[in-house]
């Protein structure tokens, strides 16, 4: 009640943006490219922002009486100008955004030639990176320094220049880089200090991306993170975010089979259907699917996957429906696919008196098709929530997100029904309007 009536009265929390926004993404592969050039064509007028909140989506505001209020959201939320806004990163690799889009194989070549000579222009600067994490990968553009304090401070010199060039007003980092190794949360993450600490030790628990992450907090710059690994999901980091003021979400963009198994799982457990089993496999032929070929690399993803379908089910309450239920999760590097991704899946599921049928799903879906419109909205809605004064963990982005960062205490939410009520409340919030409990119009107040 307090939060309806502090947004009632509420002119909206955000500041009107102002001049250029610059997306910085450590990571310029198949999914970076893509983002990028996809802005690129929605400028020229050459495609549509397809799957973009921010670019297509309405949502209702007030009640549902005399006329129909949906307005789009930038409507209800001062959002970046997507003509506003500049592109820079890091990447292992010298290649070239054009270059890198015509490797990445997911753009039609006609469509690249068209904005080659922007796409050419922005060229990677020099990675944070070890081979002990991707070990499928080998870097020639990479950063040397004597120790990982210093790889960091190289890094914000790199944004600092960015911005300078670029003439921004603001910035947004999204990780965009390819999956870690597993590491699991250990002392070294726990404090501001160990972490620091951990820096200047060369702590092997700290990674690449924990080290760009460190640096765009540390100069309140949001943070996102596309990939399962740690990164920003870390208490040291989270704390740094709240001390700085930068708005950060993770982990691990919601895409193909997660995407869908967090719209169907919801259906079946809101009619009251069993689940006996649910094997999912995909195959898929990009780099990103030679990484996750390693099983350490595969593993920090696995993990990532598997959450979901526990929380959404919750087999403790509802044992008759879930209890024991089975489920499994591969991913095989199948080189003839490219970028697009076949994910299969077969679900037992039981209904009236326990009686058993299935359902199969194939979804041959383009993967950074999915991911683009993830990392672009992203970016613009925590530009929103920066300039909003909110920091550390933006969980209304958990939306977006296949292993989503909840804070301290409290579980995640995968449902992407109660995901997307979340997010357009917390957009109500910020924009100053009414939040909407659904209760109908015999019971409001
Ligand atoms: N649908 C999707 O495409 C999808 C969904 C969820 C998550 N992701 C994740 O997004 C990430 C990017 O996917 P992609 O398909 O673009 O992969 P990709 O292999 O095409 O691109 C990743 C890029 O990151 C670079 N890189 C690796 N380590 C780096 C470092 N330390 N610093 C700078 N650059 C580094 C690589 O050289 C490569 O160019 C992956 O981690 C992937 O798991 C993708």
Redesign the pocket.
Same mark, same amino acid.
């Given at each position: 009640m307090a939060a309806k009536r502090a947004a009632k009265k509420s002119k909206g929390l955000a500041s009107k943006p102002k001049g250029k926004l610059g997306i910085l993404t =450590? +990571?310029?592969?198949? $999914?970076?490219t893509t983002f990028i050039a996809g802005v690129m064509a929605i400028n020229k007028g050459l495609a549509n922002p397809v799957g973009s909140l921010t670019q297509m989506g309405r949502m209702r505001i007030g009640k549902r009486t005399n006329s129909k209020k949906l307005p789009k959201m930038d409507q209800v939320v001062p959002l970046q100008d997507l003509k506003k806004v500049v592109f820079g990163g890091? *990447?292992?690799?010298k290649d070239n955004m054009y270059e890198?889009a015509v490797h990445?194989d997911v753009l039609e070549p006609a469509l690249l030639s068209k904005l080659k000579a922007p796409l050419s222009k922005i060229k990677p600067m020099k990675? !944070?990176?070890d081979k002990n994490? $991707?070990k499928k990968?080998n +870097?020639t553009h990479v950063k040397k320094a004597k120790n990982k304090m210093d790889l960091a401070k190289a890094v914000m010199a790199d944004i600092k220049k960015f911005k300078k060039t670029n003439n921004c007003d603001r910035l947004v980092m999204v990780w965009?880089? #390819? @999956?870690e190794i597993y590491i699991e949360e250990a002392a070294v993450h726990k404090t501001i200090a160990a972490f620091e600490k951990g820096l200047e030790k060369n702590s092997k628990l700290i990674a =690449? #991306?924990m080290i760009?992450a460190y640096a765009a907090i540390k100069m309140g710059i949001p943070y996102a993170n +596309?990939? =399962?690994n740690l990164s920003c999901d870390v208490p040291a980091l989270v704390e740094l975010a709240k001390q700085t003021g930068a708005p950060i979400a993770g982990k *691990?963009? &919601? @895409? +193909?089979q997660t995407l869908m198994k967090t719209i169907l799982a919801p259906g079946f457990k809101a009619r009251a259907l069993g689940i006996e089993g649910w094997f999912s496999t995909n195959i898929l032929g990009?780099?990103?699917g030679e !990484?996750?070929d390693d099983p350490d690399n595969f593993k920090t &993803?696995e993990v990532s996957k598997l959450g979901v379908l526990e929380q959404i089910l919750e087999p403790e309450l509802y044992p008759e429906l879930y209890k024991d239920f089975y489920h499994k999760v591969r991913i095989n590097y199948y080189p003839p696919r490219g970028?697009n991704k076949e994910g299969w899946d077969n679900i037992d599921i039981k209904g009236w008196l326990d009686y058993p049928m299935q359902i199969k799903v194939d979804f041959l879906c383009r *993967? #950074?098709i999915?991911?683009a419109p993830i990392v672009l909205d992203l970016a613009i809605f925590l530009d929103l929530a920066k300039r909003a004064g909110m920091s550390g963990i933006q969980e209304w982005l958990s939306f977006y997100l296949?292993s989503p960062q909840a804070p301290e205490g409290r579980y995640p939410i995968h449902d992407i029904f109660k995901q997307l009520a979340k997010l357009e409340n917390t957009l109500r919030y910020i924009g100053g309007h009414e939040l909407i409990n659904h209760l109908g119009q015999d019971y409001e107040e």
């Open positions: =450590p +990571g310029m592969g198949a $999914v970076a890091w *990447d292992i690799f890198a990445a990675a !944070v990176f994490y $991707v990968l +870097g965009c880089g #390819s @999956t =690449p #991306s760009y +596309g990939a =399962p *691990d963009f &919601k @895409t +193909g990009n780099r990103d !990484v996750l &993803k970028d *993967d #950074s999915l991911a296949k």
